[in-house]
């Protein structure tokens, strides 16, 4: 028996600073509720011909706490502080207990948009006032399983038996992009909650079909999910351990108490996170630190 797949209604696009639009697939709401959890957020830029400039950079920097933060760039290239995040290459930032973060956008003479995956996860209790760190990988440096007529390319946590670069904050934690057709079982983590994005094609389960820039999730369940892919379909999965704790939410951070929430607001106003240009061997072992979210 396959999981229940639940499925997500896209919000109305919005311009991240002026640089990519991007559609948002996972409510405050829902979020907060803990249906998804520990998923926060899930926002998808599709890859767009632009129809005049654009300013290289998004939103100003800004400083988050509490919680994990993945952009894969799925077409085309996008900047940050740290450099090109070109095609297949992904980015992992752990705020943990506070980085500041610099805008993310694609470069000004680019004639495309790029095509970005976004994803907020959250992190129990015990962790959210770990050291924050930045992970940045190429596409080439995340290996590729074979799975029936579908490749799939592994970024983080062990999948058939591959297991990607990145080191997530929370053990268990997994993402993978599926390129392919026909009928597949999806490697899930029975006790993880699944996020599941089309990038391209369709994707169907149980009869219904989902079609680009759609994402729906599965509570944890079954081992696998029994999808059927039409041609050249592209998916983005991605599973993590659901949290029990309360989920409060005050702006850029996400912590369990509303005098948590106020001490990160004071920690950032006494300068207690300091920029470091968003490259990963900036970051030192203390509570000054920085990224590119």
């Known amino acids: 028996m396959s999981r229940e797949a639940i499925a997500l209604e896209p919000e109305a696009p919005y311009w991240l ?6 559609t948002p697939h996972v409510t405050e709401a829902l979020a907060t509720g803990g249906a998804a959890s520990p998923f926060l957020a899930l926002d998808y830029a599709p890859a767009r011909k632009r129809e005049g400039p654009r300013r290289s950079y998004g939103v100003d920097t800004h400083p988050v706490r509490g919680f994990e933060v993945v952009t894969l760039c799925l077409e085309g290239e996008a900047r940050d502080a740290g450099g090109p995040i070109k095609e297949g290459d992904v980015r992992w930032l752990t705020a943990g207990q506070g980085a500041l973060v610099e805008g993310l956008g694609s470069p000004a003479r680019a004639h495309m948009d790029p095509a970005l995956y976004r994803l907020r996860v959250n992190v129990p209790r015990d962790l959210k006032m770990s050291p924050p760190r930045l992970q940045r990988f190429e596409a080439r440096d995340a290996p590729v399983v074979a799975l029936g007529d579908c490749m799939l390319r592994v970024y983080a946590g062990d999948v058939c038996g591959v297991v990607g670069p990145v080191e997530p904050e929370v053990d268990g934690t997994q993402l993978y992009v599926v390129d392919g057709s026909g009928q597949v079982d999806l490697p ?7 996020l599941m994005l089309i990038v391209r094609g369709t994707c169907t389960v149980d009869g219904v079909v989902f079609g ?37 939410v ?11 929430i106020a001490r990160a607001y004071e920690d950032f106003l006494h300068g207690r996170f300091n920029a470091t240009g968003g490259r990963p061997e900036a970051y030192a072992s203390d509570s000054d630190s920085s990224a590119v979210e």
């Open 17 to 22: 600073g002026g640089a990519v639009e991007v």
């Open 188 to 194: 899930l983590d029975g006790e993880a909650t699944a």
């Open 250 to 260: 005050g702006g850029p951070f996400v912590m369990t108490s509303a005098t948590e």
């Open 212 to 248: 680009a820039n759609r994402a729906f999730y599965a509570p944890p369940g079954e081992a696998s999910m029994q999808v059927t892919l039409a041609a050249s379909t592209k998916l983005v999965v991605a599973l993590a351990l659901p949290t029990t704790d309360p989920v409060v």
